[in-house]
T-cell receptor
Framework: GAVVSQHPSWVICKSGTSVKIECRSL??????MFWYRQFPKQSLMLMAT?????????EQGVEKDKFLINHASLTLSTLTVTSAHPEDSSFYIC?????????????FGDGTRLSIL | LAKTTQPISMDSYEGQEVNITCSHNNIATNDYITWYQQFPSQGPRFIIQGYKTKVTNEVASLFIPADRKSSTLSLPRVSLSDTAVYYC????????????FGRGTSLIVHP
């Protein structure tokens, strides 16, 4: 079945560091991927829609200069948290689906736990 | 975008059948209903998807009434490992679908 791989699974870094998270669709091509953020005991909050070959669409309240999204190929989207601060610590999750083959569901990566010291 | 409403939490015991209902009163004609399971520190995992009536797979059943304004996820004979948060999502899979999560239902299975 469709698999979405996310890397790294866990990051700890100092405040002010930029962190890149990768999301790959392993056995299908995805023109659209989604990025979410999840705080403890809360639901997934959509941050942005990543569109292959074009600019990402950000949800209201999400700083596009803070969370840089690049979707350079049909199998890879990256989220870069620039100049990360402790309040950016969260669980980041990506998703994608194979839209070529009918009514396929979204598949999600296993998430990236980001901790900023 | 169809809004979904689920119970915040449910408790059950091992071996019991668990039914989680999701309300989606403004579901659109082309919308499908998809259920996901999420364990702590993991991404959501696809469980089942349907459009109408009943869908069954190896882990669950999905019941959708004729008006499609609600759906019920049925987990037969739950075990401790079924303790998780369950989300129902509604959207047009054939269109520009943006998967949006509600609060989900936290299911706790007791020994």
């Amino acid at each position: 079945g469709a698999v979405v791989s996310q890397h790294p699974s866990w990051v700890i870094c100092k405040s002010g560091t930029s962190v890149k998270i990768e999301c790959r669709s392993l056995d299908f091509q995805a023109t659209t991927m989604f990025w979410y953020r999840q705080f403890p005991k809360q639901s997934l909050m959509l941050m942005a829609t990543s569109n292959e070959g074009s600019k990402a669409t950000y949800e209201q309240g999400v700083e596009k200069d803070k969370f840089l999204i690049n979707h350079a190929s049909l199998t890879l989207s990256t989220l870069t948290v620039t100049s990360a601060h402790p309040e950016d610590s969260s669980f980041y999750i990506c998703s994608a689906r194979d839209a070529r083959t009918g009514l396929q569901p979204q598949h999600f990566g296993d998430g990236t736990r980001l901790s900023i010291l | 975008l169809a809004k979904t409403t689920q119970p915040i939490s449910m408790d059950s015991y091992e071996g019991q059948e668990v039914n989680i209902t999701c309300s989606h009163n403004n579901i659109a004609t082309n919308d499908y209903i998809t259920w996901y399971q999420q364990f702590p520190s993991q991404g959501p995992r696809f469980i089942i998807q349907g459009y109408k009536t009943k869908v069954t797979n190896e882990v669950a059943s999905l019941f959708i009434p004729a008006d499609r304004k609600s759906s019920t996820l049925s987990l037969p004979r739950v075990s401790l490992s079924d303790t998780a948060v369950y989300y129902c999502l509604v959207g047009d899979l054939g269109g520009s679908y943006i998967p949006t999560f509600g609060r989900g239902t936290s299911l706790i299975v007791h020994p």
